[in-house]
């Protein structure tokens, strides 16, 4: 079966500093995977999606970036952090059929 | 206008009553649509798939579709205290299996 991870779980970081989330996918081939951003009380927003190694699709332009090096690997990346980046960041995955599954989650703190 | 939408709620229910939750979508193109369970701090799970108008039901719970007037719903049967969490609906849009989701409804379910 397949298994998602993501971490860190929780991370609380300074306004200014980098940032670098993870995600892998276990007991699948070529997933298309997904980064959303659910901020308190808000939807989830979609922010980068990919279909293979290396390609990388941005929804919303901001000061994240996100990078793909291998099949089963997602990382989401900042440079400077903001206050507004907090949430709650998503990893998901999915194959030829249209369902998403989503990973435990990191929740993110921007002080 | 709000391409998915959904009532914030909370809705109450007593346990053993059907809970209703409803979602209408602005894109006449939607193909896809789904039901994601989320509870406090965690990350969305996925509980229902549909794609053709009418009815589909698994376990307790049952979507129904309409198409034609761009709403969908999900109904909980017997519902329990445990059901309580927020329900998202999500709705394939136009794009690469771009999902997207209603800012979800909170139901409390109470003993």
């Known amino acids: 079966s397949q298994t998602i991870h993501q971490w860190p779980a929780t991370l609380v970081q300074p306004v200014g500093s980098p940032l670098s989330l993870e995600c892998t996918v276990e007991?699948?081939?070529?997933?298309?995977l997904y980064w959303y951003r659910q901020a308190a009380g808000r939807g989830l927003q979609l922010l980068f999606y990919s279909v293979g190694i290396g390609q990388i699709s941005s929804e919303v332009p901001q000061n994240l970036s996100a990078s793909r090096p291998q099949d089963r690997q997602f990382i989401l990346s900042s440079k400077k952090l903001l206050l507004s980046d907090s949430g709650f960041y998503l990893c998901?995955?999915?194959?030829?059929?249209?369902?998403?599954?989503f990973g435990p989650g990191t929740r993110l703190t921007v002080l | 206008q709000k391409e998915v939408e959904q009532n914030s709620g909370p809705l109450s229910v007593p346990e053993g009553a059907i809970a209703s939750l409803n979602c209408t979508y602005s894109d006449r193109g939607s193909q896809s649509f789904f039901w994601y369970r989320q509870y406090s701090g965690k990350s969305p799970e996925l509980i229902m798939s549909?794609?053709?108008?009418g009815d589909k039901e698994d376990g307790r719970f049952t979507a129904q579709l309409n198409k034609a007037s761009q709403y969908v719903s999900l109904l909980i049967r017997d519902s329990q205290p445990s059901d309580s969490a927020t329900y998202l609906c999500a709705v394939k849009g136009t794009g690469f299996q771009k999902l997207v989701f209603g800012t979800g409804t909170r139901l409390l379910v109470s003993p």
């Open positions: 007991g699948t081939s070529n997933p298309n």
């Open positions: 998901a995955w999915s194959v030829i059929v249209n369902e998403q599954f």
């Open positions: 549909i794609y053709s108008n």
